[in-house]
């Protein structure tokens, strides 16, 4: 079965669009359409339902998509195997951030993976899903490697902790709260919260901390990019649960939390069940070298 058919599949299935998918590959629509028609009829059936509006997988294309994925990683490591280190890796390499992201420095690290891989294609994306995008996308096979916002193990990933951010709250510094040194939860449930969408994994951390304490709480304003939220407390809109990294702004306030408090830490993550591909460990072999652990997030 030829391999570039194949990626020619996964780019459409991933992209369910072959404009997308031929512009991703480098590839003319034409050269990717007649890979797909070759490998159907190689396989004998259809994987691609193509109409003028739309392109989707048939079940057999459903089913097929992860074998797909796993005969290129296991093409890969039979490479891997024959090959000397000085034929180089090719491939491609799938890699999810979070927006305003700075602790892992991606465009140096990705500029130092391509200097010494150029024949690896680095694919970075964000998801409109932060934490829970990227982590789907990783247990789907579609992401290599994300760096992702958690708390709790996950039995289908493998975790790198990075750097781990306590909560605390802010608010305006007129607040009532404002002259205290430190409050619980229900001091503040009835509250208006400036925080991050649902599926972001600060937003899902004091979501879950709340409902642990039996309590509720309104989100008056969904930012996504976190490192702008004091600014919106700042302006009276409400209050914030925050990494303590982020520092204490103009015109807020920052209480430590009662009790046992609130954390959650930045990870790299990748797939526990499929065997990472050369590219991939030789990625994550880089990344200590470009986390700086000095910066706010």
């Known amino acids: 079965m030829d391999e570039r058919r194949l990626e020619y599949f996964i780019a459409v299935a991933e992209e369910m669009n072959f404009t997308r998918a031929a512009q991703r590959l480098q590839v003319t629509q034409s050269t990717l359409s007649a890979g797909i028609k070759a490998l159907e009829s190689e396989l004998r059936v259809e994987l691609v339902s193509r109409s003028t509006r739309s392109v989707r997988l048939t079940e057999a294309g459903a089913a097929f998509l992860p074998e797909a994925r796993a005969a290129l990683e296991a093409l890969d490591r039979a490479r891997a195997a024959v090959e000397p280190v000085s034929a180089g890796l090719r491939g491609s390499l799938n890699v999810g951030v979070l927006s305003s992201m700075t602790v892992v420095d991606v465009p140096a690290l990705a500029g130092d993976f391509h200097r010494r891989h150029p024949g690896v294609l680095l694919r970075i994306s964000m998801s409109q899903r932060g934490t829970a995008g990227l982590t789907e996308h990783v247990k ?49 449930a009835g509250e208006p919260f400036i925080d991050m969408p649902l599926g972001f994994g600060q937003r899902d951390r004091v979501d879950e901390a709340f409902a642990r304490a039996a309590l509720t709480r309104q989100v008056r304003v969904e930012v996504s990019d976190i490192t702008t939220i004091p600014q919106y407390v700042a302006h009276g809109l409400g209050v914030a649960l925050l990494p303590d990294a982020l520092g204490v702004r103009p015109g807020v306030r920052a209480l430590r939390l009662d009790g046992k408090g609130l954390s959650w830490t930045l990870c790299a993550i990748r797939s526990a069940r499929r065997k990472p591909t050369r590219a991939l460990h030789a990625f994550l072999d880089l990344l200590p070298q470009h986390i700086h652990h000095d910066r706010a997030f």
């Not at 990075?162 to 605390?168: A, F």
């Open 140 to 188: 789907e096979g579609r992401m290599d490697v994300a760096f992702v916002a958690t708390h709790l193990p996950d039995e289908h990933l493998h975790v790198v902790p990075i750097k781990r951010y306590d909560l605390r709250l802010i608010v305006p510094e007129e607040h009532p709260l404002a002259r205290r040194e430190a409050v619980g939860l229900a001091d503040v």
